[in-house]
């Protein structure tokens, strides 16, 4: 059996490698066919994989890392000062062929600095992209950029749709994902110049584009894959989670108001724990740097074991679809 070797930046987390350590183990229990090195302290390791039942595993080994990356250090602090950083050995062993894929929760502006310097990006992309899937009416919608470019031009915005269309296909099996671009209407006359012109280029392209998509249509429209400046893709990002996170609350809160309404809690409990599990974040954690030259998950610092281990799992599918090579063979065609 093909073993798909995830590098892990052990390390780099809110809560550590306390939490990393039991959602590599239960990766490890969900797919016989990878295999785990753990990048970080090696002592620290070492006693959280003998406590958690790992030391001997032979699907996992560790390699030792002098530094970490903090969440408050700049992008340029971690390239030019911690090259032993958890983060930066993780990316070189992905770039040495001695992992095929790459997974950290750290700091996410380092991570993208470091290995687009480290990596660099597939020919025809000019910058790497986030994306990740959201929950939505119909599964889930792929939306790219999250954050890494803040401007983006029509160009970038166009590529972004060939890499998006790229990882919806192979993720979800669809060969022609609709592709739609986010504006403030559907209208052809609404929008900037940079939208107008990165529709242009959308329409005239061999991708499966449905045209503009508004707000709504994230989670309720008919398209797979949308469109946006990182800015305005991190705040619809953020903005869904804490969405989430006051609907969950408010019906806690109303189902415990009363013993009438803690009763009617108890006989919609099914109901509600499937509802809870469909918008629950966690299902949704791991973010995809798409456009680099090898495959790196983005994963939320605040990750607990059930996210961390989502995480890997999408890792763990780019690398069985080799995903890089995918939009390298789009850009070649445009």
Do not use: W
Not at 298 to 309: L, N
């Amino acid at each position: 059996m093909v073993q798909h070797r995830i590098a892990i930046d052990a390390m780099g987390s809110d809560l550590g490698p306390g939490v990393i350590v039991p959602a590599c183990k239960q990766a490890l229990t969900d797919f016989d066919d990878i295999s785990i090195v753990m990048v970080g302290d090696e002592q620290t390791l070492k006693g959280l994989l003998e406590e958690h039942g790992l030391a001997n595993n032979e699907r996992v080994s560790v390699v030792h890392a002098t530094q970490v990356v903090e969440m408050t250090d700049t992008p340029v602090l971690a390239l030019k000062k911690k090259k032993d950083s958890s983060m930066r050995v993780m990316i070189n062993l992905v770039k040495e062929d001695q992992a095929d894929a790459g997974v950290s929760a750290g700091n996410t502006g380092a991570l993208m600095a470091t290995a687009k310097f480290v990596l660099k990006t597939v020919p025809g992309i000019k910058r790497p992209a986030i994306c990740t899937s959201i929950p939505a009416l119909h599964n889930h919608t792929h939306m790219l950029d999250l954050g890494a470019n803040i401007d983006s031009s029509a160009e970038m915005l166009f590529q972004y749709g060939l890499m998006g269309s790229a990882l919806c296909a192979a993720l979800d099996g669809d060969e022609r994902p609709r592709v739609g671009l986010l504006n403030i209407g559907q209208e052809d006359i609404k929008g900037s110049d940079v939208v107008k012109e990165a529709s242009a280029m959308l329409e005239a392209s061999h991708l499966n584009y449905v045209g503009f998509v508004e707000g709504d249509d994230i989670y309720t429209g008919d398209v797979d894959v949308v469109v946006c400046d990182g800015f305005i893709g991190n705040v619809a990002l953020k903005t869904s989670e804490g969405l989430a996170k006051m609907i969950s609350y408010n019906i806690r809160a109303e189902f415990t108001r009363g013993l009438g309404s803690k009763l009617a809690a108890l006989i919609a409990s099914p109901v509600l724990k499937r509802f809870r599990k469909r918008i629950d974040s966690r299902r949704y954690n791991g973010a995809s740097l798409l456009g680099l030259r090898k495959i790196i998950i983005k994963s939320h610092g605040g990750a607990d074991e059930v996210a961390f281990a989502n995480a890997i799992k999408i890792a763990r599918l780019e690398a069985i679809q080799n995903i890089p090579e995918r939009i390298s063979q789009l850009t070649d065609t445009v």
